[in-house]
């Protein structure tokens, strides 16, 4: 039981000891450091820039805009590729029937 | 002088405006910053970032509340960042070292001794300080608050936005848990 009420005496002594606290003062010179920070963080054009890449969102809507890109270059190669094969093809048979239309014809015409 | 026209010339770019500014208000928001980073050189270095983001972002400042307020919203900001990145270190560190490429570990901090505390009650205050640090964010920040910068509760709402009710949840339970902390800590080192 005291052992109870020393702890918890010890225990309120530990929270009221910062109740009379006196503000901390920083070292001197304080303004000017602050000065000397803002003049050095002023950032170059470049660091403006590589920072609005770097963000997140920015990056990645920059890596999915680039692979839309490349998707749409690459499908619109192979439709052209089959495309034009394919006329290749319908060409190549219509000669053919159309020789073979007019070979019969030759053939078959009346003197 | 009114705090209107000193933001008024701030804005303006008015170089003596903002010194003005540093001057009546640096040793409150280093005091703020020093309660929650516990390191003397830390709090100085994260209350000059708070200038430095006063003076570049004053025009943001649409002066619906007062300008200590502003000030000890960017205070308890910048403060709890500079935790999170310290213990973030700390994580990549101990990683590092379960590979062997880093046989440097960054220990727990020493034991702080706040200047402005008397003699007598130093050792007092710096088990409390070990136990405030353990505290969950809001917890930490409104007692830092209440405690060593002496605020009112009305005074923590506009700060934190959050209803007085809610402040007082708040201290109540970083009370509790500083309690319980502080118990343990006796049962283990007694």
């Keep these: 039981m005291k052992n109870n009420s020393e702890l918890n005496n010890k225990l309120d002594n530990i929270l009221n000891s910062i109740n009379k606290i006196k503000p901390a003062v920083p070292s001197p010179y304080f303004y000017t450091k602050v000065l000397a920070k803002i003049n050095h963080s002023k950032p170059t054009i470049w660091e403006v820039v590589s920072a609005l890449f770097l963000r997140p969102t920015i990056a990645f809507a920059t890596i999915c805009f680039i692979i839309a890109v490349n998707a749409f270059v690459l499908y619109s190669k192979i439709d052209n590729a089959v495309s034009s094969a394919g006329q290749s093809e319908l060409a190549l048979s219509d000669e053919y029937n159309e020789t073979a239309t007019a070979l019969y014809y030759l053939e078959n015409e009346k003197p | ?190």
Excluded: C
């Design chain 2, 1 to 190: 002088m009114d705090e209107r026209i000193l933001i008024e010339r701030l804005k303006n770019k008015d170089n003596s405006a903002f010194k003005e500014i540093v001057e009546a208000k640096h040793v409150m928001v280093y005091n703020t910053v020093l309660g929650i980073v516990q390191n003397a050189e830390d709090a100085e270095d994260v209350a000059q970032d708070v200038f430095v983001q006063v003076y570049e972002s004053i025009n943001t400042f649409k002066q619906e509340s007062k300008l200590s307020t502003w000030l000890y919203r960017i205070a308890i900001s910048k403060a709890m960042d500079h935790l999170r990145r310290k213990k973030r270190k700390k994580r990549f560190a101990f990683v590092q070292s379960l590979f062997g490429n880093n046989e440097e570990l960054i220990n727990d901090p020493p034991d702080f001794f706040h200047p402005g505390i008397i003699l007598e009650n130093k050792q007092n205050a710096a088990v409390l300080f070990k136990a405030i640090r353990n505290l969950p964010q809001n917890q930490h920040t409104a007692f830092i608050l209440n405690k060593i910068e002496g605020l009112s509760y009305h005074e923590i709402s506009d700060i934190m936005k959050l209803s007085v009710p809610a402040v007082d949840s708040l201290l109540q339970r970083a009370k509790t848990n500083l309690r319980k902390y502080l118990m343990n800590y006796y049962e283990q080192n007694l």
